[in-house]
């Protein structure tokens, strides 16, 4: 079965940084796009960044574009979420997903197969 598990949510004021962790229990991530979602409460879910099993796709939502680097670790079977400069905006529950599917289409036509539990993110000062 596979399993999907998000760390490094916190608390954080704003103009600081965070980075979130996304790892698998005997899933090979690598063979999948993986993708950031995010969900504040009274908001739709956004797909904020994703990432094709090859790298050569990387998605990011303009809302995020200069701010936010998704990348990956082949190594250590983990994908990363490097959120720079946060903003109270930013504020809301992280999911990690998996499907074998486009970075662009994980994220705008939510096409998603897998999800984590999430990991929650707060700016606040």
């Known amino acids: 079965q596979v399993q999907l598990v998000e760390s490094g949510g916190g608390l954080v004021q704003p103009g600081e940084s965070l980075r979130l962790s996304c790892a698998a229990n005997?899933?090979?991530?690598?063979?999948?796009?993986i993708g950031w979602f995010r969900q504040a409460p009274g908001k739709e879910r956004e797909g904020v960044s994703c990432i094709s099993s090859s790298e050569d796709s990387i998605y990011y939502a303009e809302s995020v574009k200069g701010r936010f680097t998704i990348s990956r670790d082949i190594a250590k079977n983990t994908v990363y979420l490097h959120m720079n400069n946060l903003k109270s905006e930013d504020t809301a529950v992280y999911y990690c997903?998996?499907?074998?599917?486009?970075?662009?289409?994980?994220?705008?036509?939510?096409?998603?197969?897998?999800w984590g539990q999430g990991t929650q993110v707060t700016v606040s000062s």
């Open positions: 997903t998996a499907e074998r599917t486009r970075a662009q289409t994980m994220c705008v036509m939510n096409a998603v197969g897998y």
């Open positions: 005997e899933f090979t991530l690598n063979f999948y796009t």
